[in-house]
């Protein structure tokens, strides 16, 4: 008899044990769905090394057309032109320059143009970016963005000096 009475403990551990478990699992799936792991967010930006550099050219006053800076792919992913925005900001952090690609690079303000057509910016590639027929590009020290429109993140973020 003894032995009975021993075995009545039993049953309330083995049920606090149970209700701790059914009450962690419930934790994990409400996190879950709080958190957005049980769903596909946004794609992330690629994975591209890129990079700019100042042009071949030295802007002047007197002469258009000059090569103002290069936009360099080093390696990573391939990037659909179509999908990023590259952006000029002067020294005051005003955008000088809007770029984005629709078969060409097309610049809103008109200031600057590229001859590139490529419609994916892959490992190797380099765009070069000109001022615009009749634009003068002051030199000075601007600051090159490249986001990413479809997960709207920035793939490059630089300072350039531009001569």
């Known amino acids: 008899m003894k032995w009975l009475k021993d075995e009545k403990g039993v049953s309330p551990v083995i049920g606090v044990i149970l209700m701790v478990a059914i009450t962690v699992i419930l934790a994990a799936v409400i996190a879950s769905f709080v958190f957005g792991l049980g769903s596909k967010g946004p794609k992330s930006a690629p994975s591209a090394q890129l990079a700019v550099s100042d042009g071949d050219d030295t802007l002047s006053a007197t ?26 900001y002067n020294a005051s952090d005003a955008v000088v320059s809007e770029l984005t690609f629709d078969g060409s690079w097309s610049d809103d303000e008109g200031k600057l143009t590229s001859t590139s057509t490529d419609d994916t910016l892959n490992p190797g590639d380099i765009v070069i970016f000109n001022e615009a027929s009749g634009q003068q590009f002051s030199a000075g020290t601007y600051t090159i963005k490249v986001l990413h429109m479809p997960t709207n993140q920035f793939i490059l973020d630089t300072s350039l000096t531009i001569e």
Do not use: P, R, Y
């Open 63 to 88: 002469t258009g057309n000059q090569s103002v800076f290069k936009l360099m792919h080093n390696g990573g992913e391939a990037v659909k032109t179509s999908d990023i925005k590259v952006l000029v």
